[in-house]
């Protein structure tokens, strides 16, 4: 029962910061901050995932 009350918890959790990041990005406030942004962009294939 412990182990389904953290996993929902967890779901909840992934599902707001999702959800938060579709807001940001439909209202705009994320391109602003892309705009103001001094570091670059990751390119995803080059992360060596296994050891990050």
Known sequence: ????????????????SIAETLYLENTGTLAKVRENDKSSFSNLEEIDWDNL
């Open 1 to 16: 029962m412990e182990t389904k009350i953290k996993l929902q918890s967890l779901l909840k959790k992934d599902w707001d």
